[in-house]
């Protein structure tokens, strides 16, 4: 079953998946400095709402690894040119199957992505593999 989908990757229960999601949502407040007082605030609209997505997978096979190199190179961490090193937005599924029935969150952008290798075999191939992927809506 699909968690959720961006771009062309899904995120599967079973394969990669993430097993938490924060949401961030922050107001704009410029300051402005006064001469011998606090600085004076003043609201300018709200940020961009940035999700961040936690998970992990768990090596079982080199189709999972396949897997997860595709996760991996479309959020800018392979050697191919992706969407997010174009500076394209994606869209953004979360729930259902694959964006096929699952709540359309509209387009986002990629701020970062973390892995963390662990769980080594002999040749140093990671039996487990976490994430950590922060995305910002588009506007």
Known sequence: MAQAQIGGF??????T???????????????????????????LGQMPQKITLRGYSIIESRQHLLSFNQLKNQFGGG???TLSREGEPLDFFIGGDGGVS?????????????????ILDGHANP???????TISQYG
């Open 10 to 15: 899904v995120f599967v229960v079973g394969d």
């Open 17 to 43: 998946e993430f097993n938490s999601i924060t949401h961030e949502y922050k107001g704009r407040w410029e300051a402005r400095d006064k001469l011998g007082a606090l600085p004076e605030r003043q609201y």
């Open 127 to 133: 039996k487990k593999i976490e994430f950590t992927l």
């Open 79 to 81: 050697d191919t040119a």
């Open 102 to 118: 699952g709540d359309y969150l509209g387009t986002w952008v990629i701020d970062s992505f973390t892995e963390n290798k662990s």
